[in-house]
T-cell receptor, first 114, second 112 residues
Framework: GAGVSQSPRYKVAKRGQDVALRCDPI?????LFWYQQALGQGPEFLTY????????KSGLPSDRFFAERPEGSVSTLKIQRTQQEDSAVYLC????????????FGSGTRLTVV | QQQVKQSPQSLIVQKGGISIINCAYE??????FPWYQQFPGKGPALLIA?????SEKKEGRFTISFNKSAKQFSLHIMDSQPGDSATYFC???????????FGAGTTVTVRA
């Protein structure tokens, strides 16, 4: 596609529920990133994939967060047993090459945990 | 711990005026400083970026000024237009790292 596509755009989850957020990067992009953006804050790094390999997951806030990119294209960010503090916009970004600063961000998934 | 501090939190400017946003950092390993523009409901979009070997970079109405000794950089939006109303984020990274550290953002409102 022309851009990075994320779905769903909005998700409301009850506390304790598991959620899965999907990211379709730009076709052919090697690198894929997940960032978390709390209300009124800048994005914060969660995890990085180069093709199907997860090279950095240092930003994942707890073991309830899990990300995968099994075939090196679509990625899923899964949050288990959601908590209110997980409420945020989850942004996915991709870039053509590894260590390429020319990220293209998607519009994000706004997760609200009630 | 926020690695990049951004100010002001918000600003209002008249059409045709100049918007100035400031950022400061501590990590001297940072060597790439981009600015992103974000509209409501959209992801951040790269606006302009600078490396520390230059003190200024200009693209159209947008200029980055960089002061390496003070560890500060700023974005100037000249001849501000209502379409520039958005949230602006400064960020920083190192050349061997793909992670961006973002500031907290500045909401700019341009009044017609």
């Amino acid at each position: 596609g022309a851009g990075v596509s994320q779905s769903p755009r909005y998700k409301v989850a009850k506390r304790g529920q598991d959620v899965a957020l999907r990211c379709d990067p730009i076709s052919g992009h090697v690198s894929l990133f997940w960032y978390q953006q709390a209300l009124g804050q800048g994005p914060e790094f969660l995890t990085y994939f180069q093709n199907e390999a997860q090279l950095d997951k240092s930003g994942l806030p707890s073991d309830r967060f899990f990300a995968e990119r099994p075939e090196g294209s679509v990625s899923t960010l899964k949050i288990q047993r959601t908590q209110q503090e997980d409420s945020a916009v989850y942004l996915c970004a991709s870039s053509l090459r590894a260590a390429d600063y020319g990220y293209t961000f998607g519009s994000g998934t706004r997760l609200t945990v009630v | 711990q926020q690695q990049v501090k951004q100010s002001p939190q918000s600003l209002i400017v008249q059409k045709g005026g100049i918007s100035i946003i400031n950022c400061a950092y501590e990590n001297t390993a940072f060597d790439y400083f981009p600015w992103y523009q974000q509209f409501p409901g959209k992801g951040p979009a790269l606006l302009i970026a600078i490396r520390p070997d230059v003190s200024e970079k200009k693209e159209g109405r947008f200029t980055i000024s960089f002061n390496k000794s003070a560890k500060q950089f700023s974005l100037h939006i000249m001849d501000s237009q209502p379409g520039d109303s958005a949230t602006y984020f400064c960020a920083a990274s190192t050349h061997n790292d793909y992670k961006l550290s973002f500031g907290a953002g500045t909401t700019v409102t341009v009044r017609a």
